[in-house]
Nanobody, 119 residues
Framework: VQLVESGGGLVQAGGSLRLSCASSGSTFNIRAMGWYRQAPGKQRELVAA????????NYADSVKGRFTISRDNAKNTMYLQMNSLKPEDTAVYYCNARLVAAGTVHDYWGQGTQVTVSS
């Protein structure tokens, strides 16, 4: 599975960005996808996730009500709409796909896209 993120950039506080993650390869075994972020000196953290079968979503408390995760199965693309951005949202954002094959879980990652929110 290959994952390619796009849509990062520099935005002022209060602004919006939409991240995209295009997947290719053996996508039929993907059970869930998600967005993670990592700020300098901090651990990578889950921002939002969505399951493939039901479309159930979950969000980190810090982004609830501001970020929305979605997917377009026909385009094999996942999105993260980020509104009301804050400086603390500044990080490299990574796309993740979790596959289950032969009873084994495999995690795949994109290359990351930088999001910078200025105050």
């Amino acid at each position: 599975v290959q994952l390619v993120e796009s849509g990062g950039g520099l935005v002022q506080a209060g602004g919006s960005l939409r991240l995209s993650c295009a997947s290719s390869g053996s996508t039929f075994n993907i059970r869930a996808m998600g967005w993670y972020r990592q700020a300098p000196g901090k651990q990578r953290e889950l921002v939002a996730a969505i399951t493939s079968a039901s479309g159930n979503t979950n969000y980190a408390d810090s982004v609830k009500g501001r970020f929305t995760i979605s997917r377009d199965n026909a385009k094999n693309t996942m999105y993260l709409q980020m509104n009301s951005l804050k400086p603390e949202d500044t990080a490299v954002y990574y796309c993740n796909a979790r596959l289950v094959a032969a009873g084994t879980v495999h995690d795949y990652w994109g290359q990351g896209t930088q999001v910078t929110v200025s105050s």
